[in-house]
């Protein structure tokens, strides 16, 4: 990959573990989750298990929101490439694929009820049980969140395209001092003794042809020698 590429990968990457741990470790003063570290939130039916089950609902919504709208980044990956909205509605496979992860995320963090529940004497716990739930709230383990918490988290996801947009405008000397491990123009593994001896196994004539060469090779320095 080119270093244009590297630079987007290593500074969206910075950014998304910047919001991702603003979520998790201020996520619950910032949206007024009430809980303490001992509650479970696999036990909604109490106060603090159910503001629990509640914050790690957004934290998954901030993350699943982050890769949404980097997709969208990663339609375009010129140095200036500007505007990742070129031609935006020219590829419907990509619309259905974004529209289809949105909504899964969206019923998976709204479309359940909540019952409210009681003790024996009918005094409210402060927690919830689930009254009917989406099929994916149920696989992904959710909790319904409030309307401002869901497009807070959405809001935060999109922070990905100007962070990009900012990556672009950095000086393009800047790119020659990135870290860049991976050289495309050669063989991944060249050199190394585990994939030369998994080449021997999956190819056996291969490796004969290699010892056969070795062979005649120390065959042609004992003749040198002499």
């Not at 106060?47 to 339609?75: E, M, P, W």
């Not at 496979?93 to 529940?117: D, K």
């Not at 099929?135 to 969140?145: E, G, H, R, S, Y």
Request: aromatic share 16%; hydrophobic share 45%.
């Amino acid at each position: 990959m080119q270093p244009v590429i590297w630079r987007q990968i290593y500074g969206i990457t910075i950014w998304n573990l910047i919001i991702m741990m603003v979520v998790m470790f201020f996520g619950r003063a910032i949206f007024g989750f009430e809980y303490a570290s001992s509650d479970s939130s696999k036990n909604p039916t109490t106060s603090g298990g159910f503001n629990k089950a509640q914050h790690y609902t957004a934290i998954f919504d901030t993350f699943v929101f982050l890769q949404l709208f980097n997709q969208i980044n990663c339609r375009v990956v010129g140095p200036r490439d500007f505007n990742v909205f070129t031609a935006f509605f020219s590829n419907w496979i990509f619309i259905l694929i974004t529209f289809i992860i949105f909504y899964i995320q969206y019923s998976a963090s709204r479309l359940g009820n909540l019952e409210p529940v009681v003790d024996a004497e009918g005094v409210p716990t402060g927690g919830y049980k689930l009254d009917g739930a989406s099929l994916f709230m149920i696989l992904f383990q959710t909790m319904p969140i409030d309307s401002k918490t869901f497009w807070t988290t959405f809001v935060w996801g999109s922070t990905v395209l100007f962070v990009s947009f900012m990556i672009k405008l950095t000086p393009q000397r800047w790119l020659e001092k990135l870290p860049v491990k991976i050289n495309e123009d050669e063989k991944l593994g060249e050199g190394s003794k585990l994939v030369g001896a998994y080449a021997r196994a999956t190819n056996p004539n291969k490796g004969d042809n290699n010892v056969n060469e070795a062979d005649n090779n120390d065959a042609d320095d004992g003749f040198s020698k002499v």
